[in-house]
């Protein structure tokens, strides 16, 4: 009796056991490899971030408090608005992208390097003002203090607009001295010294008795349903504004009676806006997105110069420039997660 081999399809072309299974070649096929397990690497870090958030999520920083600089607008709130600009810039930066691709079938190099340009000055732009970014967040604001249980505390006038502490610290005559390995026991040392000094923080709060104490505490309203057992309408649903705690005039006092630090801007030690994990998870995902952004501008510079020299025109081909495309919608389809959990929700 003979037998029949078969390759495990009914016509023998989905797969035949050549080079290119699913007509996918060597170099596709790996490059998906690598987005799927870097997928796995995000989709791991943003879970551990939404844990965290929901779990400290009374003195978690409201997002709409920390990013509000906008360049050349120095003293003008703008929420978001950067963010929203940079978040613009990088999904634009993937349509110049498919259109390098597109213009790589039709085999014309002067639209692809043109489109290919249009890619990488996108992705400059985004990289440094992910870069501005981390600088402002650093640097700071406000100005807070923490208290020796850890809780920060932030100043508001009687409106409940934030208050710098350099528009109301008061100036002691007290020296400070920074710790330095040189002139410290087994020679450690400090970080840099803040503007002013806790007593100066509380001097300058005394002298102002307009000033209020706003804890990290968030606290949020919801609204009533309309009556029991009737039919549900719209305003039946809870609907939450997230808002922080502004305590009385006493309870300010006693609060800042328990002071122990100045703490201005953001770093891996110390946080003004709120719970230290959200500087320490910022600046991680942020900043492992950011290196994937500048690893893609260097790929796609190697390759807009291979395009200007005619490599891709000897080959006949521009499946490098679709490779990297592949990478590069990873990429941004990556910040628009990353955007909606830090920025959005």
């Known amino acids: 009796m003979g037998s029949t081999v078969t390759n495990g399809t009914t016509d023998g072309k989905t797969w035949d056991g050549g080079n290119e299974p699913l007509g996918a070649s060597y170099g596709k096929l790996m490059m998906w490899f690598f987005i799927v397990s870097d997928a796995l690497t995000f989709s791991g870090f943003l879970a551990a971030y939404g844990f965290s958030r929901f779990k400290f999520i009374e003195t978690w920083p409201l997002a709409d408090e920390v990013f509000t600089h906008f360049p050349f607008m120095h003293g003008v709130a703008a929420p978001m608005y950067y963010v929203a600009l940079m978040t613009f810039i990088l999904i634009f930066s993937s349509v110049t992208m498919v259109l390098a691709v597109d213009a790589g079938h039709q085999m014309k190099q002067g639209k692809v390097a043109f489109y290919m340009f249009l890619t990488i000055i996108g992705g400059l732009i985004f990289v440094g003002s992910q870069a501005w970014e981390w600088k402002n967040f650093i640097k700071g604001e406000y100005g807070a203090i923490e208290t020796k249980g850890g809780s920060i505390l932030q100043f508001v006038n009687s409106k409940g607009e934030r208050v710098k502490l350099e528009d109301f610290a008061a100036t002691l005559p007290e020296d400070r001295e920074q710790l330095k390995r040189s002139n410290a026991m087994w020679f450690s040392s400090e970080a840099d010294l803040p503007s002013y000094s806790v007593a100066e923080v509380q001097a ?54 328990n002071a122990h630090l100045v703490v201005e801007g953001a770093n891996l030690t110390r946080n003004e806006y709120g719970s230290k994990l959200f500087a320490d998870f910022f600046f991680f995902i942020t900043g492992f997105h950011g290196f994937h952004v500048f690893s893609g501008v260097i790929i796609n510079i190697i390759i807009f110069i291979n395009i200007l ?26 910040w628009v997660f990353v955007f909606t959990f830090f920025y959005l929700v």
């Open 309 to 334: 020299i005619g490599t891709y025109e000897k080959r006949r081909s521009y499946e490098m420039v679709e490779k990297v495309g592949l990478y590069w919608h990873f990429v941004d389809l990556v």
């Open 204 to 257: 300058g709060f005394k002298a102002n008795p307009d000033l209020l104490i706003r804890t990290e505490v968030i606290f949020t309203k919801e609204t009533a349903p309309n009556s029991v057992g009737a039919h549900p309408t719209l305003n039946d649903y809870k609907f939450h504004t997230k808002s922080k705690t502004i305590l009385t005039r006493e309870e300010s006092d006693k609060m800042l009676a």
